[in-house]
């Protein structure tokens, strides 16, 4: 599923970058070469043709934006249940007994065993 949404998401900004790059902004671009010589009849082309790249500009704006949210909410995660390498480790240097460190639990094992022979 991931991986279908990042192609999209290449794809729809592939698309995108060409669409931009056809439009320009002070009324060039595509729609300019249709719009040549200042007939009637082509001007309603050149408008047609501004507003169809417009509105596919938004529509893939907005495609991104929820195919983004769509892929951050599909990357594949771990399960909860298993332990990763590295707290694996984590524990078993945790666990390990170092010689003359004692954990607090042999602290307190140690004291008790001292008092039971003090009395």
Do not use: C
């Given at each position: 599923m991931y991986t279908l949404i990042t192609v999209l998401i290449i794809i729809a900004s592939i698309v995108m970058v060409l669409i931009v790059l056809v439009q320009n902004s002070k009324g060039g671009g595509l729609s300019s070469s249709f719009g040549g010589g200042g007939g009637g009849g082509q001007m309603g082309g050149v408008v047609q043709t501004n507003k169809f790249l417009e509105k596919t500009t938004w529509v893939l704006a907005v495609a991104l934006?929820?195919?983004?949210?769509?892929?951050?909410?599909?990357?594949?995660?771990?399960?909860?249940?298993?332990?990763?390498?590295?707290?694996?480790?984590?524990?078993?240097?945790?666990?390990?007994?170092?010689?003359?460190?004692?954990?607090?639990e042999q602290v307190d094992k140690l004291n008790k065993e001292e008092e039971k022979k003090d009395k």
């Amino acid at each position: 599923m991931y991986t279908l949404i990042t192609v999209l998401i290449i794809i729809a900004s592939i698309v995108m970058v060409l669409i931009v790059l056809v439009q320009n902004s002070k009324g060039g671009g595509l729609s300019s070469s249709f719009g040549g010589g200042g007939g009637g009849g082509q001007m309603g082309g050149v408008v047609q043709t501004n507003k169809f790249l417009e509105k596919t500009t938004w529509v893939l704006a907005v495609a991104l934006l929820v195919l983004s949210i769509t892929a951050s909410l599909s990357i594949p995660r771990p399960d909860a249940d298993k332990e990763s390498a590295t707290k694996k480790h984590q524990r078993e240097l945790n666990t390990t007994n170092v010689p003359g460190i004692m954990t607090p639990e042999q602290v307190d094992k140690l004291n008790k065993e001292e008092e039971k022979k003090d009395k």
